[in-house]
């Protein structure tokens, strides 16, 4: 389905009025101390919105939108640092079963992830953590004696967003020379999930070890699928950094204009101003960034994975960037845990690493421009 700049716009705004309400600072902090590290209950009004199944056709309870819908309601996630699986369950979960499910998989997982009553993860990536086919650590064997067609997973998957609390499980394994998405159950046999020490307590991750688990193959797609659904994470994971970074760069104009020394805002001092000024090109172009590889991949342009590298790297940096120099121009009272500067710089120092890195992104443009 396709909608106007100003729907998608209003769709972005309605998004960040409930995050204004629901998600903040306070909000956030005393949501990542709880045992689910999301509010469930806010999850839930997400899905009243549509937020869980964006991506998901209406056939299945989704409202069926793409790329540059996704990337205008990240940019309002991320302003607000919300701590909720949006990425793994309404982002990778859900266009993994859309890419690469049967019929049957579709109508049996998607109306679930949808509603908010499901949480959805996908374990792709081993400690390596490429987020490529060659990071791939767990394998499918297949149990010819079973009835069904089933398998059994072995191996070890990393950095597994919201691992603790997902109860529909994907993961990406190979098998038989090729790769496969598996499914399985939270309280299947052989599996194990322990839960990692993480910077950033706003995104929790997971280590999972498969001994000889049962599982069931969804569909018969391969790494084309799990490609497809890597690329919305990434505009996903871009717009959130350029909304994260536009709000804290918002935060630090705000302060540079109230706070007095020597009797003037420190906002008219030149370094500052200098300061503020890179930091506004930086922002603004990521922004361009971001919604650039939203609109190459929504139209299905060849240069599509060109346009994702270039977001994936320059707005992570970017992000980084700008999260570090509003500590700086803070002053001592940024370094302390209570200033809202340190959730975003945590959350941008994740981002780095997140889904690939801004390293192997950099080669994957490279790549794509065949230098």
């Known amino acids: ?6 729907e998608r716009a209003e769709l972005a705004a309605a998004v960040s009025e409930l995050l204004h309400d ?10 990542i101390e709880t045992d689910d590290g999301f509010d469930r209950a806010l999850w839930r009004k997400l899905a009243a919105q549509g937020v ?3 991506l998901v056709d209406s056939e299945y309870g989704g409202v069926g939108l793409g790329a540059l819908e996704l990337e205008a309601v990240a940019e309002a996630t991320g302003a607000a640092l919300l701590p909720a699986p949006f990425l793994s369950s309404a982002v990778l979960a859900s266009a993994l079963i859309g890419a690469s499910g049967t019929e049957d998989d579709k109508r049996r997982l998607l109306p679930a992830l949808v509603d908010g009553t499901s949480v959805g993860t996908v374990a792709v990536t081993g400690s390596r953590g490429t987020w490529a086919p060659e990071g791939v650590a767990v394998r499918a064997t297949a149990e010819k004696d079973s009835p069904d067609a089933g398998y059994t997973l072995t191996g070890n998957a990393h950095y597994v967003m919201h ?3 997902a109860d529909m499980i994907l993961v990406v394994a190979r098998t038989d020379g090729e790769f496969g998405v598996f499914q399985i159950a939270p309280d299947a046999d052989g599996f194990e999930r322990t839960a990692a020490t993480v910077f950033d307590p706003t995104v929790p991750l997971s280590t999972y070890t498969f001994d000889a688990t049962p599982a069931r193959r969804i569909g018969t797609e391969g790494w084309d699928a799990v490609q497809h659904a890597l690329d919305l994470a990434l505009v996903a994971l871009a717009g959130e950094q350029v909304g994260g ?3 804290i760069f918002d935060i630090t104009v705000d302060y540079l204009k109230t706070r007095i020394q020597f009797g003037r805002p420190i906002g008219s001092f030149q370094a500052l101003k200098h300061m503020a000024a890179d930091l506004l090109v930086q922002v603004e ?8 590889a939203a609109a190459e991949l929504a139209s299905g342009s060849e ?3 060109g346009a994702i590298a270039l977001a994936g790297f320059a707005c992570a940096e970017a992000y980084h960037t700008t999260a570090m120099s509003a500590i700086q121009m803070h002053g001592g009272i940024a370094f302390t845990w209570e200033h809202p500067a340190h959730l975003f710089l945590r959350r941008a120092r994740t ?7 801004s390293g192997l992104h950099r080669e994957r443009y490279l790549s794509a421009k065949g230098a």
């Open 351 to 357: 981002g780095l690493q997140l889904l690939g890195g």
């Open 163 to 165: 691992g603790q609390v």
């Open 245 to 247: 970074a536009r709000r």
């Open 22 to 31: 629901e998600c903040s600072e306070q909000d956030v902090r005393r949501v």
């Open 285 to 292: 172009s990521a922004t361009s960034a971001a919604q650039h």
């Open 303 to 305: 240069k599509s994975s």
């Open 52 to 54: 869980t199944g964006l």
């Open 1 to 6: 389905m396709t909608i106007s700049v100003a």
